[in-house]
């Protein structure tokens, strides 16, 4: 998939940490502009989200969406979809580490997050 696809708004991303066979970690870097997020999406192995700046949005599917800022640590299980990204008004910067990458990184669904859905959020 392109980042157009899986990516409403203009976001960055830096991988800093590789996966290898020794290290079955991979870690980044994201940072969402004002009102960017991603498509619902799930990690066969779960992911975690620590926030570095700013303010953004995180939801697991079936749950009211959740405000992180910085200091945060998010914590999605494996196999459950959700999305994250930015807040209305401020742009987000958050690592991701995602372990145990031999069973895969990510699966990306279609569904984009409505705008009605991404409004939900209480600040």
């Known amino acids: 998939m392109l980042s157009q696809d899986i990516i409403t708004g203009k976001s960055y991303h830096n991988k800093i940490v590789e996966e290898d066979d020794i290290y079955t970690t991979a870690v980044g870097v994201e940072k969402f502009e004002a009102g960017a997020r991603n498509v619902w999406h799930s990690h066969p192995s779960g992911q975690i989200i620590i926030v570095l700046d700013g303010v953004g949005y995180h939801q697991i599917e079936?749950?009211?969406?959740?405000?992180?800022?910085?200091?945060d640590?998010?914590?999605?299980?494996?196999?459950?979809l959700?999305?994250?990204?930015?807040s209305k008004h401020?742009?987000?910067t958050?690592?991701?580490?995602?372990p145990n990458t031999q069973n895969?990184?990510?699966?990306?669904?279609t569904k984009k997050v409505s705008d009605d859905e991404y409004n939900g959020a209480k600040e």
Do not use: R
Not at 73 to 80: M, R, Y
Not at 82 to 86: D, F, K, L, N, V
């Open 62 to 71: 079936g749950k009211k969406i959740e405000i992180m800022k910085k200091g």
């Open 73 to 80: 640590v998010v914590k999605c299980p494996p196999n459950v």
């Open 82 to 86: 959700h999305w994250h990204g930015a």
């Open 90 to 92: 401020s742009s987000v």
């Open 94 to 98: 958050q690592m991701y580490i995602l």
């Open 104 to 109: 895969g990184l990510a699966n990306f669904t």
